[in-house]
């Protein structure tokens, strides 16, 4: 999938600015399914309307600036549900907290201590961002792809803070940093 997927599926249930599109994309729900740079996103919605998948529409603001409203076509919806029975590509994941982890050996106790620590906070975090988004959905596919993903964050949570000791354990004591 794409850039121009998401915009399509973003479009799908409701009309919605660039702006809107792009927060969406990059910053809130949409953000888990595919990378949409800031960048692609404009250039995608163009795109898109020159292929009448999408139209638009500019909306007069008081004291602001107009902004340009998109809203799919017919052509678009029959697009977007199409792209859906291409073969899927696999799940991408990186992480930068796992790479810290992998040179924990090189690191003091204490300082894998507190990334753990942060990490563990951080996915707390993503877990209540869950539960909010779920308070916000009442469609039965969007309860459990959130379930899906809050449950994968549950799972990564739980197995740090089970096995934190053996991360800390395999890090310099901080006294032997101290001794060098």
């Avoid at 799908?12 to 702006?19: F, R, V």
């Avoid at 996103?41 to 638009?56: G, M």
């Avoid at 899927?88 to 090189?106: K, N, V, W």
Wanted: glycine share 4%.
């Amino acid at each position: 999938m794409n850039v121009r997927t998401i915009c399509l599926a973003i479009l799908y249930d409701a009309e919605a600015t660039g702006y809107e599109i792009r927060k969406l994309s990059v910053e809130e729900e949409y953000s888990y399914f595919i990378d949409a740079s800031y960048g692609a996103i404009y250039p995608a919605l163009a795109k898109l309307e020159a292929d009448k998948l999408v139209t638009s529409r500019v909306e007069q603001q008081d004291g602001k600036p107009a902004k340009k409203v998109y809203s799919i076509t017919e052509i678009g919806r029959r697009e977007f549900i199409n792209s859906l029975f291409e073969q899927l590509g696999e799940d991408e994941y990186r992480s930068e907290f796992l790479l810290f982890a992998r040179f924990a050996s090189e690191l003091p106790q204490s300082l894998v201590q507190v990334r753990l620590k942060e990490r563990i906070a951080s996915l707390d975090a993503a877990i209540a961002e869950f539960d909010r988004l779920e308070s916000n959905h009442s469609q039965p596919a969007d309860r459990w792809i959130i379930d899906y993903g809050r449950s994968c964050m549950a799972f990564a949570r739980d197995y740090i803070d089970t096995h934190m000791g053996e991360l800390i354990a395999l890090a310099r004591p901080d006294a032997a940093l101290a001794a060098e």
